[in-house]
T-cell receptor
Framework: GQQLNQSPQSMFIQEGEDVSMNCTSS?????WLWYKQDPGEGPVLLIA?????ELTSNGRLTAQFGITRKDSFLNISASIPSDVGIYFC??????????FGPGTRLSVLP | GAGVSQSPSNKVTEKGKDVELRCDPI?????LYWYRQSLGQGLEFLIY????????KSGLPSDRFSAERTGGSVSTLTIQRTQQEDSAVYLC???????????????FGPGTRLTVL
């Protein structure tokens, strides 16, 4: 079945630094979703991408739908402590079902 | 409430016992999903309901797992004869459903943390 890979698996950054993470697939996706999960909570949708090449921002977050339709990138600018969490990418598996990547765990050091 | 709710928030059970986990989706959402998340892992799809269609059960790991959705709203995930490897957080999500971009965006509940001793 379809699988998503995310890199890096985890990252430790200093507060104020910019963050970049990506998600790749062996097959083409027509939708990319980025979620963030805080400890003890369910994932929350951050950004949704629906068109190859699309670049979408949500505050300090920017995500891009790769031209090949097999990857997507999420960038966080000027990180703050509340950015800590696990970031998941997701894409449609078939029908309206979705497959999630394994996540990138972000830690922000003060 | 306005969001997806799940109960209980925590469940501790003994190996071999049955458990039921409940999900209340957002009102008006026709699609409902169950996922399992083991410690430090990603989300593992379990089952998906869309309206009155037959559910997609392709993610259920064994026949000990089953789920129902009554009246197109509340859903119950049942695990029979629980095993220690069933210990995980079980997440429920709902979406508007019916196709289309925005209709597919899922909203998650806080999850039920299941511990099998």
């Amino acid at each position: 079945g379809q699988q998503l890979n995310q890199s890096p698996q985890s990252m430790f950054i200093q507060e104020g630094e910019d963050v970049s993470m990506n998600c790749t697939s062996s097959s083409i996706f027509n939708t990319w979703l980025w979620y963030k999960q805080d400890p003890g909570e369910g994932p929350v949708l951050l950004i949704a991408l629906y068109k190859a090449g699309e670049l979408t921002s949500n505050g300090r977050l920017t995500a891009q739908f790769g031209i090949t339709r097999k990857d997507s990138f999420l960038n966080i600018s000027a990180s703050i402590p509340s950015d800590v969490g696990i970031y998941f990418c997701a894409g449609p598996s078939y029908g309206q079902n979705f497959v999630f990547g394994p996540g990138t765990r972000l830690s922000v050091l003060p | 409430g306005a969001g997806v709710s799940q109960s209980p928030s925590n469940k501790v059970t003994e190996k071999g016992k049955d458990v039921e986990l409940r999900c209340d989706p957002i009102s008006g959402h026709t699609a409902l999903y169950w996922y399992r998340q083991s410690l430090g892992q990603g989300l593992e799809f379990l089952i998906y309901f869309q309206g009155n269609s037959a559910p997609d059960k392709s993610g259920l790991p064994s026949d000990r797992f089953s789920a129902e959705r009554t009246g197109g709203s509340v859903s119950t995930l049942t695990i029979q004869r629980t095993q220690q490897e069933d210990s995980a957080v079980y997440l429920c999500a709902s979406s508007l459903g019916g196709g289309g971009r925005v209709n597919n965006e899922q909203f998650f509940g806080p999850g039920t943390r299941l511990t099998v001793l």
